[in-house]
């Protein structure tokens, strides 16, 4: 399975998200203090996500006529170099310009990948492939988010985005030594009628996407609500929580090859929902809420991505990548922008409790079992 054009793929995805990751936190709080407060730093994870939708909309079509290589460079391309002009570039308008191509950049780099690394895998042990893919995606997030905002604390933005935009171009370099796999049969033209069609797709995507809204919140507002120095911070929390979806990501994958992965969804749900109302709380708990909910979120993210592939035939790849992003990133920013309001008006440990009764009440999503599985 870990033939050299899988390692390069896998490479390239690690380099991808700590382009991601480590701003992801860093831009928000930027944006907040360059006058925007807590509605500019919710409005910055928001038009990230929003290009990245759309971007991730028009995929289908591109990847059939381009490629997965070439999507995947154009895109690291986008959401690498921009990342230099965050600091002379001080204006809120000006951050939320550079914070939009980036996002379209990131829509097409990551779309490429997940359909990339699913082709690239043997189909007996996909769960497992996307696993490791997972580990890839996730790791960074075990010391990004915190690393990122270390960094700030002690050296300001510059050198953070610096980082960001480098680790992007590592990742192109990554791909362009890939050999694409051929897409002659990639099927375009299909597009979010497509949920409707398929009711068991539409479930999972309803439900993953409800997860990242939450996890919108978390990386976004986390920052404000647990501010400063200290062992007891969001930088601590956020280093736990990416330590542990990395590991529950991985061994999702594991599971998902020996028994039916859809069995995962509850207990990743409650897991989830239990982690994020203790990150209203403080001290122990707050870390412990943070380990919890990495926990359950990285059972849900292997889970419904492998359940979406299963569900669609091989020529479609580039949809069920498509569909797992766009649950994932509308999701992200749908939670930021709509939640930021919540804040505002109920305050934080008010938010994450309501967003516990929405991963509570998602359990109701959950598909039956083997519906519509294709591959």
Known sequence: MLDRPMVLALVASFCTMVGFYLLLSVV??????????????GLATAVFMLSTVLAQLGMLDVLARFGYRAVLVVGLLLLGPPAFLYGPLAEVPAILA?????GAGFGAAIVALAAL???????????????????????PTAFCGALGLWIVERSGFGLVFVTGAMTPLLAAFAALGISSPDRSEERGGAGLRTLFERP??????????????????VVTFLP????????????TALLLLGLSATLFRW????????????????????????????LSLEGFALLGGALLFGAGFGMLQNTT????????????????????????????GAGAFVFGFVVGAAGFSWTYVLCALLLVATIGL??????ERLS
């Open 28 to 41: 928000p709080l930027y944006a907040a203090e360059a006058g925007g407060g807590n509605s500019g730093a």
């Open 98 to 102: 550079v914070t939009l191509v980036r």
């Open 117 to 139: 690394v699913t082709e690239l895998a043997p189909p007996e042990r996909r769960g497992e492939a996307l696993g490791l893919y997972g580990v890839a995606l996730t790791f």
């Open 200 to 217: 068991a797709l539409l479930r999972i995507f309803l439900l993953f996407t409800s997860c990242t809204a939450v996890s919108g919140v």
């Open 224 to 235: 404000l609500s647990a501010p400063g120095p200290g062992f007891f911070s969001a930088a």
């Open 251 to 278: 061994w999702a994958g594991r599971f998902g090859d020996r028994r039916d992965p859809r069995i995962l969804l509850i207990p990743g749900l409650l897991c989830a929902a239990l982690g994020m109302a203790a």
């Open 305 to 332: 991505l492998l359940l979406t592939m299963q569900r669609v035939p091989k020529a479609e790849y580039g949809l069920g990548s498509t569909l797992w992003n766009l649950a994932f990133d509308a999701g992200t």
């Open 366 to 371: 959950v598909p039956g079992k083997g519906a």
